[in-house]
């Protein structure tokens, strides 16, 4: 069992918890991810890791409440248990395996999209221990969306608040903030990491495509069984077939067939989307192994 040593609503539906999680906390690295059950029977949830703390053992979530494992989740309070919290999980960000001495010597700037705050966070926070200040747009509907943002005050070089109705910050969509750094206020990127709704990193991609901004994005929205069983993770790359868990979840962003994935997201939430995708897609569907069922 996995104590709950934290429980905060950081605005409406959005939750961070702390969680003791000593092994976990050991070995997880920037980008990857865990997969959470409230209880024996409860639903598994796959949530990219926010924070980490090796000496306490602990491991920090953040998610929205959306769905039933979520409210599930939700209602616990501290002192409660989680009854897994297995990871961690998928690949960590690449940006920990580059050249230190190369790697700082590249601006690179991060864009978050609701709680794609989240995972952006602890691989800002890696760069700021090691002495990169990169920039950040954090990217919300409005003011009482927005979350993390003293904390990411706190590692960013500079920060850059947006929202689309103008409540707070900039007003916009976080492509408009990008262009108008590159075009108006003469910023240069080496590398962008977007990480949010799909539609978000897909727009994100085509303007960086046009700003000559190599792009990782983070497909970690289109998760849901977090093994490469199911088959919901199933993405086009380059045209290659990668699961966004096991392959992931980070992939280049120009190469990443969003229109695809955003399709095939819908049609995963019902069961006659799940039948078709399984037929059409054959071998493919399960992690290429085709005998898991994963999905029956």
């Not at 000593?22 to 024996?40: N, T």
């Not at 850059?160 to 750094?181: A, C, E, F």
């Not at 045209?239 to 229109?259: I, Q, R, S, T, Y």
Request: charged letters at 25%.
């Amino acid at each position: 069992m996995y104590k709950i040593l934290k429980a905060e609503e950081l605005t409406k539906s959005i939750y961070l918890m702390e969680v003791k999680a000593k092994r976990v906390a050991k070995s997880c690295q920037p980008g990857q991810f865990i997969i959470v059950r409230v209880d024996e029977k409860g639903e598994r949830i796959p949530l990219t890791i926010c924070d980490y703390d090796r000496e306490k053992g602990t491991v920090t979530i953040v998610y929205m409440a959306i769905g039933s494992g979520t409210l599930k989740m939700s209602e616990l309070k501290v002192g409660d248990s989680f009854y897994d919290f297995v990871g961690p999980l998928g690949c960590p960000s690449e940006l920990i395996h580059e050249d230190m001495d190369t790697l700082k010597k590249k601006n690179i700037i991060f864009i978050a999209g609701g709680v794609g705050t989240a995972p952006v966070y602890p691989q800002v926070k890696w760069l700021h221990e090691h002495g990169i200040a990169a920039d950040v747009i954090v990217g919300a509907k409005n003011k009482d969306l927005l979350i993390l943002e003293e904390q990411m005050k706190a590692v960013s070089g500079n920060l850059y608040i947006t929202t689309d109705d103008g409540s707070y910050g900039r007003s916009g969509m976080v492509t408009q903030t990008l262009r108008d750094l590159v075009e108006k206020e003469g910023k240069k990127y080496d590398l962008c990491v977007a990480i949010g709704p799909m539609i978000m990193m897909k727009f994100v991609s085509q303007l960086t495509k046009e700003l000559e901004i190599p792009t990782i994005v983070s497909l970690n929205p289109i998760m849901v069984d977090g093994t490469g069983m199911c088959g919901a993770c199933r993405v086009t790359v380059g045209g290659k077939v990668k699961f966004a868990c096991v392959d992931g979840p980070e992939f280049d962003g120009h190469l990443v067939n969003f229109d695809e994935a955003m399709k095939r997201q819908q049609m995963y939430k019902t069961v006659e989307g799940k039948a078709l995708l399984k037929s059409k897609e054959g071998d493919t569907h399960h992690g290429g192994c085709g005998n898991c069922g994963g999905d029956n």
